[in-house]
């Protein structure tokens, strides 16, 4: 096997890693209930029903069903990708399987519970930002890096236009 798929390793991880921290967070903190870490960061124990960054969590329950969906369908449409993709383009199969990897710890969670389980406060003075978790880090750190090899590969690109 020498397409991306060789990769998904880096997926199962992610979804153990945020499998297992949100297991903790259920047993070892109060709903709601911010857990002082350093002067930005508090763990705190919230439920989204929405999507990431608890956007539409206050939705009427159609959310939950549409994302669930969005999350399965994404994740189908990266692992075909992955299989597309030759191994050795590891940058671009690395935010791949970050991806994949938060969509589906986030899925097993709405199939599971109803709702995500979000964790993870930073703030700076007032300013709370919403509550978050492994998966959407992995999310958020993969989509960033599909960003950087589109820019790059534009860049390399255009340099190679212009020595013709």
Known sequence: MHSGLRWIWIAVIVFIVDQLTKYAALNYLMDYEPLVITRFF????????GAA????????????WFFG??????????LIWLKRLAYQQRWLNIALTFIVGGALGNLFDRI????????IQLHISHFYWPVF???????CI?????VVDAFLKEKKGKSANCQL
């Not at 960054?53 to 939950?64: D, H, I, M």
């Not at 969906?69 to 990266?78: D, F, N, P, T």
């Not at 599971?112 to 964790?119: A, K, L, N, Q």
């Open 42 to 49: 508090n763990l705190t124990l919230a439920y989204n029903k």
């Open 53 to 64: 960054f608890s956007f539409l969590n206050q939705a009427s329950g159609w959310q939950l």
């Open 69 to 78: 969906g969005l999350s399965l369908v994404v994740s189908i449409a990266i």
């Open 112 to 119: 599971c519970y109803g709702h995500v389980i979000d964790f």
């Open 133 to 139: 978790n492994i998966a959407d880090s992995a999310i």
């Open 142 to 146: 993969g989509a960033f890096m599909l």
